[in-house]
């Protein structure tokens, strides 16, 4: 608690604009509090995916499906 504010991830949306981001979250821990840091990154101006998973926080029974859509989306950035 004595952190909340200064670890509030919504507060860093317009420093995470820069760059294409991927929000990878677990709808079984913290999912919401994902898609809320992607939906305020989107609206600052960013450009976001986000990936909600139905596991777990450690994403224990859907490693292979994470590990997938991480690859699926760099493959998907656009090459300098």
Do not use: C, Y
Not at 37 to 46: F, H, P, Q, S, Y
């Amino acid at each position: 608690m004595a952190h909340r504010v200064d670890w509030n991830t919504q507060s860093w949306a317009k420093d995470l604009t820069h760059n294409p981001l991927l929000v990878i979250g677990a709808a079984k821990a913290g999912g919401a509090e994902n898609r809320k840091l992607a939906e305020a990154v989107r609206a600052a101006g960013g450009n976001v995916t986000a990936i909600t998973i139905d596991s777990d926080h450690g994403f224990q029974d859907h490693r292979i499906a994470l590990a997938g859509d991480v690859v699926s989306w760099l493959q998907k950035l656009p090459t300098k």
